[in-house]
């Protein structure tokens, strides 16, 4: 996360998985309410101590790591392109390719 909306948008998807209400994440966090929507809503810059409680009653752990290693874990959330393909996938690759290519299915031609 780079920005503090980011961080926010975390916490607000972690309440909608855990179908967790405003008022009982407030009660978890003893924070009030309106401190813990406004958090969520990305319209206050929470204490250190208070954005650590939200994100525990979530499920969450505030974590501090070097650049490089976040850019990496980042990049480790993308889906892996595949590298090996079973020769069916291999022969409908080269038929998506020829089609895109010379808009013909080479296969069809007699």
Known sequence: MKTPMEFSNA???AKEQHRM???ELAERTGL???AVSQMLDGK???RLSNAM???DALGLEVV???KGAAAS?????R???RTVMSSIEQRLSTLQRNVAVHGVNEDSKE
């Open 11 to 13: 916490l607000t998807e």
């Open 21 to 23: 209400k405003l008022s």
């Open 32 to 34: 009030s309410p309106l």
């Open 44 to 46: 206050v810059s929470p």
């Open 53 to 55: 409680a939200v994100a």
């Open 64 to 66: 501090l790591m070097p």
């Open 73 to 77: 874990f980042e990049n480790s959330n």
């Open 79 to 81: 889906t892996p392109r």
